[in-house]
């Protein structure tokens, strides 16, 4: 099992930036591929990014390439999410995942989820 727990998100002006955190426990960090994904209301979770257990491959949604970036820290266990310019249509829940393997970017690959955190970008 793998736990994961988003933190970060906020309520931000548009052109503003947030950075999200997806704290991970309870097997070995860098075996699992991390994504990003969000859902606005009434809408289906999409992808945003994704990272390889290495960190040494990234992949990105369109709308948010360029603006975005994943990371991650295989020692404190941690991917984030470094969000700028961002723009009142980046409103929904934010929700990190793992996959065991390399880099996934369809959500049906990944096993395990956190609870979301919700990023909210007024006009």
Do not use: H
């Not at 736990?3 to 704290?23: D, H, I, N, T």
């Amino acid at each position: 099992q793998v736990q994961l727990a988003e933190s970060g998100g906020g309520l931000v002006q548009a052109g503003g930036s947030l950075r999200l955190s997806c704290a991970a426990s309870g097997r070995t960090f860098s075996n699992y591929a991390m994504g990003w994904f969000r859902q606005a209301p009434g809408k289906e979770r999409e992808f945003v990014a994704a990272i390889s257990g290495n960190g040494g491959s990234t992949n990105y949604a369109d709308s948010v390439k360029g603006r975005f970036t994943i990371s991650r820290d295989n020692v404190k266990n941690t991917v984030y999410l470094q969000m700028n310019s961002l723009k009142p249509e980046d409103t929904a829940i934010y929700y990190c995942a793992a996959g065991y393997g390399s880099l996934f970017i369809r959500r049906t690959r990944y096993d395990y989820w956190g609870p979301g955190t919700q990023v909210t970008v007024s006009s």
